[in-house]
């Protein structure tokens, strides 16, 4: 995305220019008596990749090796600068993603490891109430790395299998051998970090009902308490979308992506993984709390190209430019092309969003609590199409959480769409 159109959207400094970074709006150490609370997660994004699978709208670049150690450095600093909004309360969450966090040499993991320890409380996370996990690609996880993580205080991986089909796998041109899944969870394993997930990608195009039951089938015999499950979705400027546009394959239809959005969630039920949001599954504790805090609208730091944080009501998102983030800092802080500042009817909104995707739901009260903030009819109005749902079968529960019946997660972004444009 080219990161620079957001930038009209900035805060204004008192130059008058747009501001390179958020910094001005939460490098400020707080008052005693506007202490906020502190940030208890960290995002990581790691932008390197050794190939750029055809389906991916994430930010990353195919390393060329000699960026990773600047690259590293870079994030230190940044790590340092964003590390007072932690307030030295114990982190409760880190998660590095990317691009491909397996891909950075184990010598520049270890300077990460022993920068996140000098910058972080890992106190919760060492004693195994807090949780870290480290993306990885099968083709990259060595006995060598899995012990410099597992040292480092890493708890979990999430593996990226996408599909045990080969064929499927050449379609989403996606590198790598379906076997070394299981050699990496192995290696994963036996260093020590007990915690596992894979992800999954369903609605590929060739892919039958009977593809798809081998995949699950084989996501579920791995040693892993976690697996997403996401359908193939055709983002704007992806290689798959150019091949769609031209005409090379057909994608599945929307008939069939149901078909396999109700086989994943009954399949994988049966196998002990419940679904907990609507396209993640774990067994019963083994809940990504990582991406729970995202999903609650909890607050997160964010570091690293296209990385997106939120504190203190506001949201920011790195630029998801690597020479931008390596040329320009400001006081560590990294450039932007987005901030948005403090704004309570987008905070309702975003909640909505995530929290009708989870299995708990969103908490009624508080939802009907936030309609005062709109007109005094709001509240009305959000029971009214609450009632509509119901009457629809679209809920499952209305009291004291809102919950999407098993139809209703199938349209789980339009419901959501439905009550956020009461809180325009
Ligand atoms: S490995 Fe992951 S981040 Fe890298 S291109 Fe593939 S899907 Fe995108």
Redesign the pocket.
């Known amino acids: 995305m080219p990161q620079d159109t957001a930038l009209p959207q900035l805060e204004q400094s008192s130059s008058g220019r747009p501001e390179s970074s958020p910094r001005h709006l939460l490098g400020a150490t707080p008052t005693v008596e506007s202490t906020p609370s502190p940030v208890r997660s960290l995002y990581i994004h790691v932008p390197f ?1 050794f ?3 055809h ?2 709208d ?1 930010y ?1 670049i195919v390393d060329t090796q000699d960026r990773q150690a600047p690259f590293v450095e870079r994030l230190s600093a940044e790590l340092a600068a964003q590390s007072h909004l932690a307030g030295g309360a114990p982190l409760r969450t880190i998660f590095v993603g ?3 966090p397996s891909l950075l040499r184990p010598e520049l993991w270890k300077g990460l490891l022993a920068t996140l320890a000098a910058q972080f409380d890992l106190s919760l996370i060492r004693a195994d109430r807090g949780e870290f996990t480290v993306e990885c ?1 099968p083709e990259t996880v060595t006995r060598e790395l899995a012990d410099i993580l597992a040292a480092g205080g890493v708890t979990r991986v999430s593996m ?1 299998a996408q599909s045990f089909h080969a064929t499927h796998l050449k379609t989403l041109e ?1 590198w790598h051998q379906p076997d070394n899944v299981a050699r990496a969870l192995d290696i994963a394993a036996r260093a020590g970090i007990a915690r596992r997930s894979v992800d999954l990608i369903y609605a590929i195009p060739g892919q039958s009902i009977a593809d798809l039951e081998r995949d699950i089938d084989a996501a579920a015999s791995l040693p892993v308490e976690h697996i997403s499950a996401y359908n193939l979705t055709y983002e704007p400027n992806t290689a798959m979308t150019h091949r769609l546009k031209r005409g090379e394959f057909t994608p599945a239809d929307e008939d069939l992506e149901a078909d396999m959005f109700s086989l994943v969630g009954e399949r994988l039920a049966a196998r002990g993984y419940a679904r907990y949001e609507v396209s993640n599954y774990a067994h019963a504790g083994a809940e990504c709390r990582h991406n729970l805090a995202y999903w609650r609208q909890d607050q997160w730091l964010a570091c690293g190209p296209s990385a997106s944080g939120h504190a203190r009501g506001i949201r920011w998102k790195n630029t998801p430019r690597l020479d931008d983030y390596l040329s320009r800092s400001d006081r560590g802080w990294a450039p932007t092309s987005e901030v948005e500042p403090r704004d309570a009817r987008r905070a309702v909104r975003e909640r909505i969003m995530t929290g009708l995707r989870l299995r708990e739901g969103l908490p009624a009260e508080w939802l009907l609590s936030q309609s005062s903030l709109i007109a005094h009819d709001t509240e009305a109005r959000v029971r009214r199409a609450l009632e509509r749902m119901s009457e629809q079968g679209l809920l499952s529960q209305r009291e004291p959480a809102i919950v999407l019946s098993d139809s209703g997660v199938l349209i789980a972004d339009a419901l959501a769409a439905r009550l956020m444009k009461l809180f325009v």
Request: some cysteine; overall charge positive.
């Open positions: 990749c190939h750029k699978c389906y991916c994430f990353s990317g691009g491909t690609n990226g996606r």
